[in-house]
């Protein structure tokens, strides 16, 4: 461990600004519905304020991977801290749709910044076994963050309390972390790798990167698409949205907090086929089932996306080592970006459905609930067409044999 840092401070602040990510996630779905009846939004516009998260999070996590070396940590945690809080306080005094595009967007910039900075700089603070232990508890706060939040914005709404007062909840951890970060001396940068960018390009040009960026997309709408729009389509299923949310995150906290060793014992291949075909039983039983079922179909749905972020990133470390930490950065950044892009389109859906069922004569909660259930139906497409790639990668990579892994390397990637 870096002896001038410290370290448990560090670590702290870093998982308090993963927090303030998931707080940012969970509560904005607890809100949706109220956020569309209060601005008179339709669906596809909270889609586009969805995808604004989705947007800037590839962005600044991309630019600041690149320049972490030059500017360090501590820049890009200013950056952070300046996004969320002026994000956050756009978003309370938001009076248009316009503002919370801009709001959410500011948000998925602090967002993205955390994981550019916090990632590498504990990965710089601890070595060896160490080093894995704490970031393997710095990622469980993504989930465990969400259950948190998904909770309090339950508790929120049901108390009657305005969406802006949730919003503010965000605020909590942001001044925590700001708190903890605030004078500390941060651990300098490793030098990784001799890699030139020629290369990692040309590694990122090979078809099974190019076959594996495109399965990203999926896998990333397959999980957060669901995720973010549960609090909407299921709030008329006889189920508590929010409840499903804290389940489905909890038990992916729990898988990857202490799954990590079972993981690396198999195939990479069959985990993500096998997550595949859960999610599709998942996604298929939320657009079905009503009621006590829906928490079924949460625990199918998380045993099936548990694993996905952080396989796939793996994947790419193991077996197209030569892309580097540019090629895994671009995979998590293709995730975010793909969510980004099919948030208005599941919003379009919604809308689309409303009309729909509504000229069949159905009206009201039974109303909502069709159409919610028809969007999802549609969703299943995105882990069913996952399962065919996954089988195509199976047998693709049965006789193939890994190439080298550079565990630092992968250490230094964002495992959402």
Partial sequence: MNQSVNATRL???????LITTAFSFSIRAGILAQLGTELNLSAEQLGFINSMWFLGFPIS????????NSVGPKLIMQVAFLCHTLGILLTIYAGSYTTLLISTLLIGI???CTEA?????????YTGNQMNKMLNRFHMWFPGGIVIGSLISKFMTDAGLPWQAQIWVIMIPTLIYAFLFFGQTFPVSKVVGATSLGNNFKAMLTPLYLFMFCCMALTAISEFGPQQWVGLIMSKSGATPMYILALTTGLMAIGRYFGGPIIHRLDQTGVLLGGAIFAAIGIYLFSTQTGPMAYVAAVFFA?????FWPTMVGFIAERVPESGALGMSIIGGVGMFSTSI????I??????????????GLTGDALELAAGQATLAKMTTFPLILIVAFTILWFWMRN???GHVDEKLVAEQPQL
């Fill in 347 to 360: 919003g379009r859906w919604i809308d689309s459905e409303r009309a729909e069922k509504a000229t069949a």
């Fill in 342 to 345: 099919f948030n208005p389109i």
């Fill in 61 to 68: 996590m991309i630019i600041g991977g690149l320049v972490y």
């Fill in 110 to 112: 602090g967002n993205g």
């Fill in 117 to 125: 900075a916090c990632n590498p700089m504990i990965a710089d603070t």
């Fill in 400 to 402: 193939r044999k890994p």
């Fill in 303 to 307: 045993i099936g996306v548990c694993y």
């Fill in 11 to 17: 670590f702290n602040a870093s998982c308090f600004a």
